[in-house]
């Protein structure tokens, strides 16, 4: 059974800084990984996709890698504001079901 | 475009009535639909995936007759809770497939809240 786990579950940091969210997978049988963001209250943003043939995505400010084999993705944030203050999720696509992490909530503060 | 729209966007109702909740895929056919619960600062959590025109498959510990699922067309898929109770309170979320993709795009939640 897969399982997907997000470190940290929260995160605090001051404006500019750059950051690192972790998400693990237990089952390398995945088709893709995604990142999304949520706010409070608020449906899925999806940020970026990454196949389970690629290494890595990056939109922005942001850049996600994937390292299938050992189960690992990570999200990098560039030069942090606080507008980017969310819970950020990812989710592994195995064959029949996307199954979600646990999250991380990040603060950013001016 | 992939956009998905869910109504209502927030419900209140009282114990014990029934809660229609629709998703659309407004600008693509979805060929799956599935439906997801989120508790209060927890994650997201697989309620059942539905194909148009067949039956919906429920996940473990989902009431199907609790939570009925209908999906009448390429477009439209609606989570009905039945009977509601104040511990169904909590956020809906739909997504759906778009033909040839294997990602799911989400809608933007129901907020139901069970008096």
């Known amino acids: 059974k897969q399982e997907v786990t997000q470190i940290p579950a929260a995160l605090s940091v001051p404006e500019g800084e750059n950051l690192v969210l972790n998400c693990s997978f237990t089952?390398?049988?995945?088709?893709?990984l995604q990142w999304f963001r949520q706010d409070p209250g608020k449906g899925l943003t999806s940020l970026l996709l990454i196949q389970s043939s690629q290494r890595e995505q990056t939109s922005g400010r942001l850049n996600a890698s994937l390292d299938k084999s050992s189960g690992r993705s990570t999200l990098y944030i560039a030069a942090s504001q606080p507008g980017d203050s969310a819970t950020y999720l990812c989710a592994v696509q195995g064959t029949d079901k996307l199954i979600f992490g646990t999250g991380t909530r990040l603060q950013v503060f001016p | 475009g992939a956009v998905v729209s869910q109504h209502p966007s927030r419900v209140i109702c009282k114990s014990g009535t029934s809660v229609k909740i629709e998703c659309r895929s407004l600008?693509?056919?979805?060929?799956?639909m599935f439906w997801y619960r989120q508790f209060p600062k927890k994650s997201l959590m697989l309620m059942a995936t539905?194909?148009?025109?067949?039956?919906?498959?429920?996940e473990q510990g989902v009431e199907k007759d609790k939570f009925l699922i209908n999906h009448a067309s390429l477009t439209l898929s609606t989570l009905t809770v039945t009977s509601a109770h104040p511990e169904d309170s909590s956020f809906y979320i739909c997504s759906a497939n778009k033909r040839g993709f294997n990602e799911q795009f989400f809608g933007p939640g129901t907020r139901l809240t069970v008096l």
């Open positions: 600008d693509f056919q979805a060929t799956t």
């Open positions: 089952d390398s049988a995945i088709y893709n």
């Open positions: 539905s194909n148009e025109g067949s039956k919906a498959t429920y």
